[in-house]
């Protein structure tokens, strides 16, 4: 490999494969845009968390449609694309494919307000997931190749930040927007915000060299796929942040239409109070988990997995808590400490894949992660809350949106050994 300096970013110099010991400004200034632009991608999905009770009331939908709508609907076609685009990835330009899966997500996400009923709404959630099935495979393969592992995590921290950011953000402006003037305009709005961002992409980021060696192997899809299977601690990681998924997806989806019906909170008290929270405990979480499997690694690799494990573990009697919380005020105050140790988990769990990958394999890899988080997670952790509360309403009335809530945390629980267990076989596995 050589060591000449490399950029993504513009100005940018003549970019090359390996990263160097010193980080240049151009990777950083990549990360920055690849932190934005997570950061739009994660306002759609808290703009339909937030908007899931109008939206009921406006077409007439029950519980199990919210679910699929929040979930099921969006990982359709992110499953499916997935791995096609994370093959792409490998071998074309990450950058271009970047640009036009975001200008497909901002299409689909504006077109999802123009939805008059289920079927419609549910076949553009469809297409918002083709538009996000591209990005993160791509963005996690450029990371590798612009940061060197000792600092991967910090750097994935940083992009997942965006998310948090978004979230925020996305849960305060569309919580204003849905109470002012509606869900539909709301989303309509944060699909055409991000337009701009396809062509700051564009204009401004240059694909970076590959490495000598990601060039040489041309390896069969399926050939991929199966290494990857034959290498326990990634497989370990990749049930347990499906599980972590589910939970914190059912989350995400209800928690708002939680305060709305048990605690009678308004979409903008919301946005403000819930989406503050949220974005602190998030955005702290993420970068200093980051930081502390970066001062853990340098005594024991081993703790790339186990950082997470640690994390989870502090989280789950917190988020217990939360749900059983007679004030919303409680709720909000133990939602920013639960998921300040809950996101610690995330960008270390991204980080230790990488450990575990090649070059040539890495967007593919996160493709996998993607596949088996959404189906279980995404797909299933909205509907399974939707499908209990509406099962538990004879029984528990109101309040049965609490109780699904309550029962879906326990999937921390596997996923917890799960990190354990990955941790213990790590060693043999890094490759990166």
Known sequence: MTSEPRTLGAPAGPPLASPPARISAGSWYALSVFALLNMFSNMDRTALSILLEPIRLDLGLNNQELGLVSGMAFVALYVTCGFPLAWAADRASRVKLLAACLGVWSVMTALCGLARNFPMLFLARMGVGVGEAGCNPAVHSLIGDLFPRHRRAVAIGVFQAGAAFGSSVGLY????????????????????????????????????????????????????????????????????????????????????????????????????????????????GLVLGGVIVNRMMRRDPRWECWVPAAGYTISLPLYLLMILSPQWWMVVLLNCVATFFSAMGGSTTFAAVQSFTEPRRRATAIAMMGFASALVGQGGGPYFVG???????????????????????AMFVPAIVGYVVAGLHSAKAQVA
């Open 173 to 284: 402006l569309i919580g204003f927007i849905g109470q002012e003037y509606g869900w539909r305009m709301a989303l309509q709005v944060v699909g055409l915000a991000a337009a701009p961002v396809v062509l700051l992409v564009l204009l401004t980021l240059k694909e970076p060299q590959r490495p000598p060696s990601h060039a040489e192997a041309r390896e069969p899809f399926m050939g991929a796929i199966g290494a990857m299977l034959r290498r326990r601690p990634f497989v370990y990681l990749m049930v347990s942040f499906s599980l972590i998924t589910l939970a914190s997806a059912a989350g995400s989806a209800w928690i708002p239409t939680f305060l709305l019906r048990s605690h009678g909170m308004t979409l903008a008290q919301i946005g403000g109070w819930y989406g503050a929270a949220s974005a602190v405990g998030s955005m702290s």
């Open 387 to 409: 499908l209990l509360t509406d099962l538990l309403l004879p029984v528990s009335g109101d309040e049965s949106l609490r109780y699904a809530l309550l029962i879906s945390q």
